[in-house]
């Protein structure tokens, strides 16, 4: 293991590559079949695969691709990717229905509908997941019960009330906790439980999750491909429990034969579970706990999902953890493009590996670091941004006045 010394209040470890044991469950005919089942979907769309070409010229490499999850099903983030898919899953088999052949519309057939109506489902997430389980469930005639950690605002509240949660409580717990209540509550009621992250005992249900992830990467292949390029040399995934980065990451590690792009996992600097997780270097997976606190909503979890967590230890390469002020920004750069770069509205979690890429390129104090990761002329750098404006005000706060201090 490489610490580099830290920089700007951006810490980051390197570890080598451990490539023998490739995680089946995400594999290529597995996505494959889960892209089939989203493209079922009315409304599914491939989402864009931007290139920022004059900010990559500006950065001296070759190329940037940014993957804009902004217009996902019309719900401002990728997350509705796992928990649609997971909860499809959960009702084929409450039902016996060949998943292979069933598509969503089938379930909302009147007569499945009248099937399914006295389920509910309930979840815990800072918005964005709770977002994508209200909307499968409230499509199928199902209730769904979600749980926000203490300071989740009101209008990311209200967007999952807006398409038909049941109901919706900000807590006045942390997002570990909040989960751990979710759980206790579906337990004592005979709910059905979707929630993006693992657990001894709870493995299902998160793996259909991060397998509906990898409807993005699988979408993103195809895009780069068009672009001429068969794999870019770098990948920069931002990880919560690390279950999308888990999920891409495991895609492309089993497309390109355990040896994937050069990955760098990128954390909020006070809530960076796989960065803790890796400096321990004991192979498991560590908590961060406390009053843990980021602009970095989606990713403000303390504990790693135990599922995705070997993913992102064999075959990441980096890792850091990042101040908010990175992600401000990554923010600020897509929000205003260079020359005719493409314009994207990038929210607080879905712009900290852009911000990173910017920082290591740009500043002397990273010339080392830029330097082990084999970041040059000759690069192409692969970006997830994950959501769009989930706070506005926010977002406009960033991008527009300024707010968190430019690094």
């Given at each position: 293991m490489i610490?580099?010394?830290?920089?700007?209040?951006?810490?980051?470890?390197?570890?080598?590559?451990?490539?023998?044991?490739l995680p089946k469950f995400l594999n290529e005919e597995v996505s494959n079949k889960v892209r089939n089942f989203h493209s079922s979907i009315s409304n599914y769309q491939v989402t864009p695969l931007i290139s920022l070409n004059n900010l990559a010229k500006k950065l001296n490499i070759k190329g940037i691709y940014v993957k804009d999850e902004s217009y996902r099903f019309n719900l401002n983030s990728?997350?509705?990717?796992?928990g649609i898919y997971a909860i499809f899953k959960i009702v084929c088999e409450k039902l016996h229905m060949d998943d292979s052949k069933t598509t969503f519309e089938d379930l909302q057939n009147p007569k499945i509908k009248e099937k399914l109506k006295d389920m509910v489902f309930i979840t815990a997430t800072d918005?964005?997941?709770?977002?994508?389980?209200?909307?499968?469930?409230?499509?199928?005639?199902?209730?769904?019960?979600?749980?926000?950690?203490?300071?989740?605002?009101?209008?990311?509240?209200?967007?999952?009330?807006?398409?038909?949660?049941?109901?919706?409580t900000i807590t006045d717990l942390n997002y570990d906790d909040a989960v751990r209540k979710a759980a206790k509550m579906a337990e004592e009621n005979n709910w059905?439980?979707?929630q993006d992250t693992a657990w001894d005992g709870y493995e299902d249900v998160p793996n259909y999750i991060t397998q509906g992830y990898t409807t993005m990467a699988n979408e993103t292949y195809d895009q780069l491909q068009e672009y001429g390029i068969e794999k870019p040399t770098h990948l920069f995934l931002q990880a919560g429990v690390g279950s999308m980065?888990?999920?891409?990451?495991?895609?492309?590690?089993?497309?390109?034969?355990?040896?994937?792009?050069?990955?760098?996992?990128?954390?909020p600097k006070n809530v960076?579970?796989?960065?803790?997780?890796?400096?321990?270097?004991?192979?498991?997976?560590?908590a961060v706990t406390g009053d843990l606190h980021t602009i970095m909503a989606g990713l403000n979890c303390g504990e790693p999902n135990?599922?995705?967590w070997p993913i992102l230890r064999d075959f990441a390469s980096f890792y850091a953890a990042c101040p908010d002020?990175?992600?401000?920004?990554?923010m600020r750069l897509m929000a205003n493009p260079l020359g005719d770069d493409k314009k994207i509205i990038s929210g607080e979690s879905g712009a900290v590996g852009l911000g990173l890429l910017a920082l290591l390129m740009e500043r002397k104090e990273f010339e080392k670091v830029r330097k082990y990761m084999n970041l040059n002329y000759d690069s192409v750098v692969l970006i997830f941004s994950t959501e769009g404006n989930t706070d506005p005000i926010g977002y406009d706060e960033i991008t527009k006045e300024g707010k968190y201090d430019e690094l």
């Open positions: 610490n580099f010394e830290e920089q700007l209040g951006i810490s980051i470890i390197s570890t080598p590559v451990n490539n023998q044991n990728f997350k509705s990717l796992g918005g964005n997941h709770g977002k994508g389980v209200a909307f499968a469930a409230s499509k199928l005639g199902c209730k769904s019960i979600v749980l926000m950690p203490k300071g989740s605002i009101e209008i990311r509240a209200e967007a999952i009330r807006q398409v038909g949660a049941y109901e919706v059905y439980l979707v980065a888990g999920g891409v990451l495991g895609y492309f590690a089993n497309k390109y034969k355990g040896n994937p792009p050069i990955t760098t996992i990128v954390e960076a579970c796989i960065y803790k997780s890796t400096l321990a270097n004991d192979g498991k997976p560590h135990t599922a995705t002020d990175v992600t401000a920004k990554g």
